[in-house]
């Protein structure tokens, strides 16, 4: 089974911290993602990237950098949170091939006050 | 950019009746994914629609791909509490998924 795992469950940070997310997949797929869910608005995608060192802006990248240096790992960065960024972060991963499935991580219920 | 719109938006049945969800565009889409995402989970795939007309059943769940390709469905039929949860449809463009906004789904007993 494809595992995504996401370094924390629960984040509380302050406005103006820097904030990283982690995240990790066991599969060795090239494509990784990063999205925020918001109650009413589905997912968005902020980031992704579809090899080591590669990245795409997604629908909403404005506050957010991502760091992809090996293939398992991808890295949302926050570099001065806000309070509008408290969300929930869905991390995902798939192989690169066409209409292919995406693998979520638990999620990362982050809160900025 | 393409845009998946989704309804309704929220949805409670009764144990034991059926219910559709839809999903809509503007513009022909080349393909469509369905998630399931429980209460407190994460989303999980569920089915991929490519053909126009296409059909696919999972038990209870039937899934369909308008002949036009601008529009899905989502039928649970016999609706049980273990369906609750929010159903997202999305296209896959490339490497990326747009999703729909969901529909969230609650069952009365």
């Known amino acids: 089974d494809v595992k995504v795992t996401q370094s924390s469950r629960y984040l509380v940070k302050r406005t103006g911290e820097k904030v990283f997310l982690e995240c990790v997949q066991d599969m060795d797929h090239e494509n990784m993602f990063w999205y925020r869910q918001d109650p009413g608005l589905g997912l968005r995608l902020i980031y992704f990237s579809y090899d080591v060192k590669m990245k795409e802006k997604g629908d909403i990248p404005e506050g957010y950098s991502v760091s992809r240096e090996k293939k398992e790992r991808f890295s949302l960065i926050l570099e001065s949170a806000s309070t509008n960024q408290t969300s929930m972060y869905l991390c995902a991963s798939s192989l690169r091939v066409r209409y292919n499935e995406q693998f979520f991580g638990p999620g990362t219920r982050l809160t900025v006050l | 950019g393409q845009q998946v719109m989704q309804i309704p938006q929220y949805q409670h049945v009764q144990e034991g009746e059926d219910f559709t969800t839809y999903c809509n565009s503007s513009t022909t889409l080349s393909n469509i994914q369905w998630y399931k995402q429980r209460p407190g989970g994460h989303p999980v795939f569920l089915i991929q629609l490519v053909k126009s007309g296409e059909v696919k059943k999972q038990k209870r769940l039937t899934f369909q791909f308008g002949e036009a390709k601008k529009n899905s469905s989502l039928h649970i039929t016999a609706t049980q509490t273990t369906d609750v949860g929010t159903y997202f449809c999305?296209?896959?463009?490339?490497?990326?998924?747009?999703f729909g906004g969901g529909t969230r789904v609650l069952v009365k007993p």
């Open positions: 999305a296209e896959a463009a490339g490497n990326k998924l747009t």
